[in-house]
């Protein structure tokens, strides 16, 4: 069974470090996992979706790896910003037959202090 | 497009009363999708759809769960009868899934349902 993880729960940083966040998975046999982003009382926005071929995607501050035979991924924001503080989580997509259901991480919380 | 929407956003109800939330799609998706978010449990997913027709119930807490895709632009999600344990956010999301990878998937603001 896929198990998603995401460590730490939450991290507290000053303003411009750059940071990484984790995300690891039990099986790599995926198609594809995507990196989302929650606002409090919001729901989640996609940032990057990142194919079982590719080893990385870039928008604007971000970049995402994935290491599928490791069973990892990482979410990398440079020059982190007040408006970053946000929760982070990270799904996978198991391969299945007849499946398009994501598997969640807990998410790791955020707050970049000014 | 006005993304996913989903109504009502938020649901004070009685134990015992019955709840229906509701989800319009974005247009052209094929796969449709109800999570519930809770801090103990964290996203939870609840059923999907492909092409109006459920796929992947297992998610589903227990018959008072139930949900319908009538037609490819709206959805509903109802609790018949609630119980305060159903307390949450509940998401709607839909991708277009069509056995490519290319499924990236899209959030509705979500319903808070409070049940007293």
């Known amino acids: 069974k896929q198990e998603v993880t995401q460590i730490p729960a939450a991290l507290s940083v000053p303003e411009g470090e750059n940071l990484v966040l984790n995300c690891s998975f039990t099986?790599?046999?995926?198609?594809?996992l995507q990196w989302f982003r929650q606002d409090p009382g919001k729901g989640l926005t996609s940032l990057l979706l990142?194919?079982?071929?590719?080893r990385e995607q870039t928008s604007g501050r971000l970049n995402a790896s994935l290491d599928k035979s490791s069973g990892r991924s990482t979410l990398y924001i440079a020059a982190s910003q007040p408006g970053d503080s946000a929760t982070y989580l990270c799904?996978?997509?198991?391969?299945?037959?007849?499946?398009?259901?994501?598997?969640f991480g807990t998410g790791t919380r955020l707050k970049v202090l000014a | 497009d006005a993304g996913v929407i989903q109504s009502p956003r938020h649901e004070v109800t009685e134990m015992g009363q019955e709840v229906t939330l509701r989800c319009k799609p974005i247009?052209?998706?094929?796969?449709l999708f109800w999570y519930r978010q809770t801090m103990m449990r964290g996203l939870e997913l609840l059923i999907y759809?492909?092409?109006?027709?459920?796929?992947?119930d297992s998610g589903m807490p227990e018959d008072r769960f139930s949900a319908k895709m009538p037609n490819a632009s709206f959805s509903t999600l109802k609790i018949q009868p609630s119980e305060p344990r159903d307390s949450a956010v509940y998401f709607c999301?839909?991708?277009?899934?069509?056995?490519?990878?290319?499924?990236?998937?899209?959030f509705g603001p979500g319903t808070r349902l409070t049940v007293l």
């Open positions: 999301a839909s991708s277009l899934a069509g056995g490519t990878q290319m499924d990236e998937q899209f």
């Open positions: 799904a996978v997509r198991p391969i299945a037959s007849g499946t398009y259901k994501y598997i």
């Open positions: 247009s052209g998706h094929n796969s």
């Open positions: 759809f492909n092409n109006n027709v459920p796929i992947d």
């Open positions: 990142i194919q079982s071929s590719q």
């Open positions: 099986d790599s046999a995926i198609y594809n």
